[in-house]
């Protein structure tokens, strides 16, 4: 139930004596109007001291002074949590959570004193987190927008991705975005592409969550420039197809199937991995699976009312809990991400601009940045980590100046390989500007959208340097 819901409700019981009192004496005992309403009120204040001449009125003589004692502890509790979040607020990091008891619960009991629980009041905190229904938190920031000025935002939005976020403050939170990042990071595909093998990712189901596995795995799944890996998505792609018409630039084949997946069963059998985002009848799909497919394993982006306690074979399910994990806090605020996004930017204004590395011009140059390059620092930033990992698995310290030539070449190669690709799916090409710039913004057309060994030893450099800046920004993940 919500505030507004509690208050009506608050409301109706402490006028309930008022109106039987008045109508015990007005229409009962025929008094005037103005007494009976003057003597009701009386009993608020224990101020009607004749007996009662019926049950009404015994009634209201009652029950009106509790109302009085009631609205008064709860005026002193009210005014005391406003006083403990002040103090909060004065304090500092504070953290107002706004949203329904099922989803604030966790994330509160992860800020601990620092968590205010917002409701639908506005409160003064340092930062503010709203998971609330889509329409609750974008009335909620329009509607404070002044006061929000300055304060970072965390807003969970379902229709928006968040690279269209306006302002360095905003940080528009998709749990499925969150959740495709933290599936591929956790998918440790690397070793099998590494080895040369072909490998087929099936994807069941599509929607949101569908849209950003594609992503984020086009994104973050580059191991190697000569890789063999295809997408295959079963589910209604045609929107995403023509939402994104440079999908066929980028070297990993995505292909959408017309046929329903029980007419593909080969390729389900030779599939790497079988993942099932679809969230309706999913215990349904997940018993045809298994048993069509004897020994594959499947990994199961988890709906909530699918009980996998239900089935015999519960170790070929990989279960992820989703929504669980984006909502979880660090997956939530992402802090060290989006620090090392600035600091990444920071770092390429201070060679390229010669501006100051102070947090003062970090904060500055971040909130200077269009959402388009804003998020191309942070999808940098996401694949920053895979390829530490990577590193860590061939034996080699994350130091730049460690580095053998051929792994500093095949890291800038694959960090191009990144760049390029997140360019075309915001559906850049390549093309030479007719001013003869690197890049026209209009016409989304850069000179360097081409392959790594076409660049000229410049440009490779360039790349060379990016790899250089991010290993020197010391930021911990």
């Known amino acids: 139930m919500s505030e507004k819901h509690t208050r009506i409700r608050q409301i109706i019981l402490f006028v309930i004596p008022f109106f039987c009192g008045t109508y015990g004496l007005y229409r009962l005992e025929h008094e005037s109007l103005i007494d009976s309403m003057f003597s009701s009120i009386c009993m608020y204040l224990m101020n009607y001291g004749d007996s009662a001449p019926n049950l009404f009125v015994e009634f209201a ?72 229904d889509e329409e609750f938190n974008v009335s909620f920031y329009l509607e404070n ?15 928006l991705r968040a690279q269209t976020a306006i302002g360095g403050d905003l940080k528009l939170f998709s749990p499925c975005e969150t959740a495709a990042r933290l599936f591929w990071k956790q998918a440790r595909l690397a070793e099998d592409v590494r080895r040369g093998e072909e490998l087929s990712i099936v994807i069941l189901g599509f929607g949101t969550l569908g849209e950003e596995l594609i992503t984020w795995g086009l994104l973050d799944n580059i191991f190697s420039p000569t890789q063999k890996l295809s997408y295959h998505i079963f589910g209604d792609g045609r929107e995403f ?32 991995r079988i993942i099932v985002c679809e969230q309706e009848a999913q215990t349904e799909l997940l018993r045809d699976l298994l ?53 990444i930017n920071l770092r390429y204004a201070h060679l390229y601009n010669q501006v100051e590395e102070t947090d ?28 530490l990992q990577m590193l860590k698995d061939l034996g080699i310290p994350a130091d730049y100046a460690a580095l053998p030539p ?53 440009e490779k450099q360039k790349d060379r340097e990016t790899i250089e800046t991010l290993m020197s920004v010391d930021v911990s993940l």
């Open 61 to 132: 003589r009652w029950t009106a002074p509790l109302m009085t004692a009631s609205g008064i502890i709860l005026a002193l509790s009210t005014l005391r949590a406003r006083w403990h979040n002040y103090l909060k607020y004065l304090r500092g990091g504070s953290v107002a959570v706004y949203g329904s008891k099922k989803e604030t619960d966790d994330v509160l009991a992860a800020l601990g004193s620092r968590g205010i629980e917002g409701k639908d009041t506005f409160l003064r905190a340092s930062r503010y987190i709203l998971l609330g």
């Open 145 to 159: 927008r002044s006061r929000l000025e300055g304060k970072p935002v965390c807003l969970k939005c379902r229709s």
């Open 241 to 272: 197809s023509c939402m994104h018409y440079e999908l066929s630039s980028i070297t990993d084949p995505v292909i959408f199937h017309d046929e329903p997946w029980f007419e593909a069963i080969p390729l389900l059998r030779g599939a790497g």
């Open 291 to 343: 048993s069509t497919l004897p020994g594959q394993t499947l990994d199961v982006f988890l709906s909530e009312d699918t009980p996998l306690d239900f089935f015999e074979e519960q170790e070929r399910l990989r279960a992820f809990c989703w929504e669980d994990e984006a909502l979880k806090l660090t997956n939530l605020l992402e802090d060290d991400l989006i620090e090392l996004a600035k600091r």
């Open 360 to 387: 003062a011009v970090k904060e500055a140059e971040w909130k200077s940045l269009d959402s388009f390059t804003r998020y191309s620092n942070i999808s940098s930033a996401d694949y920053h980590e895979i390829r």
């Open 406 to 458: 051929d792994v500093l070449e095949l890291l800038a190669e694959l960090e191009h390989i990144r760049w390029c690709r997140y360019h075309y799916l915001n559906n850049w090409s390549c093309g030479i500007p007719e001013n003869g710039a690197a890049k026209d913004k209009k016409k989304r057309i850069h000179r360097d959208l081409i392959p790594y060994d076409q660049l000229t030893e410049a």
